[in-house]
């Protein structure tokens, strides 16, 4: 199917342990994106990605870490995860950095 | 440091209605602003992009209007109906940084 897609949709998992959230999409779109979204925050960009093997810093990107190897896929982990990191991890792309992004349905993370 | 602000951050108006969602920037030299929609457990979809040169874009019912000197756009809804209820963002690109910034949205519920 053409798209973007997130697995898992929902996970739980304790603190401490490293959890891994994977995105896919099938526009080959060079920019992709992930944010999280928290109840009063609204959408904060974690880390982006302008093609294969160059990644960058957005706004929360502590305690996170990114790569993409091929430009379809763009895998966010957690390597040791906090209660604070419990949220809903969006991941999008697009064509250019300002312009339309196209959004997964999100992932569902909780740390227990 | 660019700041998007959506008030208010629910509205609920009788189907049939038309009516108007705001949103408020604090940085006037912007990029673009893109309007999402949002319903519930799912992802973000792009209903409309407005260019900085741009004063408005419409798509069917829907017309998105940009005033950068107020840094002010509304989204303007025509006969609602209860399949626009959904949380409805906006988000901004500014020049020297790209990255969009969102506001918090407002959920809107149409009464039928």
């Known amino acids: 199917d053409a798209g973007i897609t997130q697995s898992p949709r929902y996970k739980i998992t304790e603190t401490g342990r490293q959890v891994t959230l994977m995105c896919h999409q099938t526009w080959s779109h060079s920019y992709m994106f992930w944010y999280r979204q928290d109840l009063g925050h609204g959408l904060r960009l974690i880390y982006y990605s302008a093609a294969a093997d160059i990644t960058d810093k957005g706004e929360v990107p502590d305690g996170y870490v990114v790569s993409r190897s091929k430009t379809e896929n763009f895998p966010l982990t957690l390597e040791s995860a906090t209660r604070s990191q419990t949220s809903v991890y969006f991941c999008?792309?697009?064509?250019?950095?300002?312009?339309?992004?196209?959004f997964g349905p999100g992932t569902r993370l909780t740390v227990t | 440091k660019q700041e998007v602000t959506q008030i208010p951050a629910a509205l609920s108006v009788p189907e049939g209605e038309n009516l108007v969602l705001n949103c408020s920037f604090t940085?006037?030299?912007?990029?673009?602003l893109q309007w999402f929609r949002q319903d519930p457990g799912k992802g973000l979809t792009s209903l409309l992009l407005i260019q900085s040169s741009q004063r408005e874009q419409t798509s069917g019912r829907l017309n998105a209007s940009l005033d950068k000197s107020s840094g002010r756009s509304t989204l303007y809804i025509a006969a609602s109906q209860p399949g626009d209820s959904a949380t409805y963002l906006c988000?901004?690109?500014?020049?020297?940084?790209?990255?969009?910034?969102f506001g918090t949205g407002t959920r809107l519920t149409i009464i039928p």
């Open positions: 988000a901004v690109s500014s020049f020297g940084n790209e990255k969009l910034t």
């Open positions: 999008a792309s697009g064509l250019r950095l300002a312009y339309e992004q196209y």
């Open positions: 940085d006037s030299a912007i990029y673009n």
